[in-house]
Nanobody, 124 residues
């Protein structure tokens, strides 16, 4: 059974940093490209960042470029999202997802497995 479990969310102030983790089980992470999405109340789930199977390629939505960094440790079957200079508009539930695609994917329907999400709240 495939499981993706996010952790590391919390309540922080604007300008602070958080590091999210996504621990995978039931699959070999190196066989999947991975992504982070987020969903704020009343809004659709939106793409944040993606990383290729090896980690050699990454892709970000414009409004997190330079602030967020996606990375992976295939030996530990774990995905990360380092979030710096957080803003109140980054408040959302953050989800990690795995796709069998060979390239990075930016839309939810391209992903095969999802975690349950972790809440990130940024106060002003």
């Amino acid at each position: 059974q495939v499981q993706l479990v996010e952790s590391g969310g919390g309540l922080v102030q604007a300008g602070d940093s958080l590091r999210l983790s996504c621990a995978a089980s039931g699959l070999t992470l190196s066989n999947y490209a991975m992504g982070w999405f987020r969903q704020a109340p009343g809004k659709e789930r939106e793409f944040v960042a993606a990383i290729s199977r090896s980690g050699s390629s990454t892709y970000y939505v414009d409004y997190v470029k330079g602030r967020f960094a996606i990375s992976r440790d295939n030996a530990k079957n774990t995905l990360y999202l380092q979030m710096n200079s957080l803003k109140p508009e980054d408040t959302a539930v953050y989800y990690c997802a795995a796709t069998r695609r060979f390239v990075v994917a930016t839309t939810p329907n391209e992903y095969n497995y999802w975690g349950q999400g972790t809440q990130v709240t940024v106060s002003s």
